[in-house]
C-alpha cells in the first residue's frame, strides 16, 4: 500500500520533471532539429530562378568538389582560423600569467579587459575599418611614426586575413586570458612551492611544471575559440563582405551569399552542411585531445 | 649578485609594465572610437588625426536626424529584451530539471545548436517564414534570438542548481512540496544571482547577434546592430556619425558586462571553467 503510493508520488514526479523541460525541448526541436532535417533535404534541392524546385540528388554536393570558389573559401576559413587560434592562445595564455602574478585585480581592471568580448563584433569590425582606413587611418600614422611603410590593411588581398585575424585577436585574447587565468588559480600552489624549493628557473618551472598543468584549461579555451572562428561571420560581412576580391570569403560568407544573395538554397544548404560537419569534427577531435592531456 | 628582495622587485615592475602596454592595446581602439565620435566633421578625417579637439555633440544630433537610430533601438531592445525573456521562461524549468535528474540530453541538445554555424537554421528559417509571412515580423526575430539566449540561460543556471544540497528540496518534498512548486518557491530564490547572470549575458549575446537580424528583418523592424550596414554606407565620408552609431550600439552591453565582471568567465564558458 505505502509502496504503490511511493510509486504513485515517483511517476507523478517523473512527469513534472518532464513537463519542466519539455518547452526548452519541444522549443529546440522546432526551430532547430526539425529545421536542420529540412536543411538536408533542402541540399538535394535545385532552385530555377523562378522559385521552382526539383530533386536532384548529390548533384550539390558533387557541384562542391569542383567548386573553386568553395575550396579557396575552406583555404581562408583554415588560415584564419589557424592563423586567430595562434595568436590567441599565445597571446592569452601570456596575459592570464601576467594578470596572475599580478595578485589583486580592481573591478574596474577586469571590466576593461573584458570590454573588448563584450562589445559587438560589429562595433569592432566599424571601429577599425576607420583606424585602419589605409589613406586617413591612425594606424598607418601610427607605422610612419616609427618609420614603416604604410599598409592596405583590409583593402589588401594578401593582408586582409592577417587583418582580420588582428581585429579577432583583438577582441578574444582577454577571453581567453581569462579562461586560462582560471586554470592558473586552480593550480595547487604546493607544486610551485616544490619547484622552487629545487632550484628550479621560472623559466623551467612554467615550461615543466605549469605549462602541462594548464593544457586541459588550454584545449578548453580552444574548442571555445574553435566554434567561433571556423563560422567567421560578423567582422567580415561588415568590413570587407568577403573581398577585396574573393580574397576573404570564408565559408560561412560564401554560403551565405549563395543562399541570400543568389538564392541558391539548395547549394547553400550543402555549403553549410559540410562548414557545420568541419566544426563537429574539430570540437570532437579536440575534444579527445582534452581527454588525453587530463590529469 | 642581487638579493632575493631586489629580483623580487624587479620581477613585480616588469609585470606590471607588461599589464600596463596589455591594457593599453586593449583600451586604444575603443577610446579611439569614443573620441572620434565628438570631434568635429573636420576633424574626424584629419591627417596627422588630432588629439587634442573641442568635443562637440554634432554627430550624435547628426545621427537622430538623419537615421531613424531611435526607432532601430527600440527594435533591438524588442528583440533582446523578447528573446532574453523567452529563454529564461524556457531555460530556468529545463536547467532544473536536467539538474534534478541528471538526464544532460536536453541540456546538449540546446549546446548543439550554439555550436552550428548560424547560417545552417538561417535557410530553412528563411523558406519556412517566408512561407508563413513571418519575414521582417518580431516573433521570428524573438524566436530565432531565443535559440542563442536559451543555451546561455541552461548552461550559466546548471551549476547554480547543482550547488543546492539535495537535503533542501528532500525536506520540501517531506512537507509536500510538488516539484514545480520546489523550484518556484525554493531553489529559485536560491539563484537568484545565477539568473541575473544568465539574463544579464543572454541581453548582451542577443543585442550582440548580428547574422538573423540581417535576414530576418525588415526596414520597420531593423535592429540596431543589422542596420549598422547602413550606416557604413552613409557614413564613408562621416566617420563621426559612424563612430557615434558605434559607441551607442556598444554602450549596453559593455554597461552591463561591467556589473558582471566578476562572475561573467564562469558563465561565458558555459561551465567548462570553474572561476
Known sequence: ???????????????????????????????????????????????????????????NYSKLIVDTEFWHGLWVTIALYVLSLVLQL???????????????????????????????????????????????????????????????WLASPTWVIPTVALIDSWQWTPYVALIVLGGLQSLPPSVYEAAQIDGASPFKTFQRITLPLLLPTIVTAAILRSVDLLRFFDIIYI??????????????????????????????????????????????????LRGAVAW | MMDAPTTDRWIRRLNLLQLVLAGIIIMTPTVWMVLSSFKPSFEVTAYPPTLIFTPTMENYIELTKTTPFVSYAINSLIVTVGSTGLGLLFGIPAAFAVSWTRISWPAILTLAARMAPGTLFLLPWYVMFRQIGMIGSY???????????????????????????????????????????VLWRIALPLVASGVAIAAILAFVFSWNYFLFALVLSNGDTKTLIAAAFNFIGEGSTQWGALMAAATLIALPPLILAALVQRWLVSGLTLGAVKG
Not at chain 1, 550543402?270 to 579527445?288: E, S
Not at chain 2, 542563442?148 to 533542501?168: G, N, Y
Request: hydrophobic share 55%; glycine share 8%.
Open chain 1, 1 to 59: 500500500m505505502l509502496d504503490a503510493a511511493a510509486t504513485l508520488t515517483q511517476d507523478r514526479q517523473r512527469l513534472e520533471l518532464s513537463a519542466l523541460s519539455a518547452p526548452a525541448v519541444i522549443f529546440t526541436v522546432a526551430m532547430i532539429a526539425f529545421p536542420v532535417v529540412y536543411t538536408i533535404w533542402l541540399g538535394f534541392q535545385s532552385f530555377s530562378s523562378t522559385g521552382k524546385q526539383s530533386f536532384v540528388g548529390l548533384a
Open chain 1, 90 to 152: 599565445v597571446f592569452g595564455i601570456w596575459l592570464a600569467l601576467v594578470l596572475f602574478h599580478a595578485k589583486r585585480l580592481p573591478g574596474i581592471v577586469r571590466s576593461l579587459f573584458i570590454s573588448p568580448f563584450m562589445m559587438p563584433p560589429v562595433v569592432a569590425g566599424m571601429m577599425w575599418l576607420v583606424i585602419l582606413d589605409p589613406s586617413l587611418g591612425a594606424a598607418n600614422y601610427i607605422l610612419q611614426c616609427f618609420g614603416l611603410p604604410p599598409s592596405e
Open chain 2, 139 to 181: 516573433t521570428a526575430l524573438i524566436l530565432s534570438h531565443a535559440v542563442i539566449t536559451l543555451p546561455i540561460v541552461i548552461w550559466v543556471l546548471l551549476p547554480s542548481f547543482d550547488s543546492i544540497p539535495r537535503s533542501v528540496f528532500e525536506a520540501a518534498q517531506v512537507d509536500g512540496c510538488s516539484v514545480t512548486r
Open chain 1, 239 to 288: 568590413t570587407t563582405q568577403g573581398g577585396p576580391g574573393n580574397a576573404s570569403n570564408t565559408l560561412n560568407i560564401y554560403g551565405f551569399r549563395v543562399g541570400f544573395e543568389f538564392f541558391n538554397i539548395g547549394y547553400a544548404s550543402a555549403l553549410m552542411l559540410t562548414l557545420t560537419a568541419i566544426v563537429f569534427g574539430a570540437v570532437l577531435a579536440f575534444n579527445r
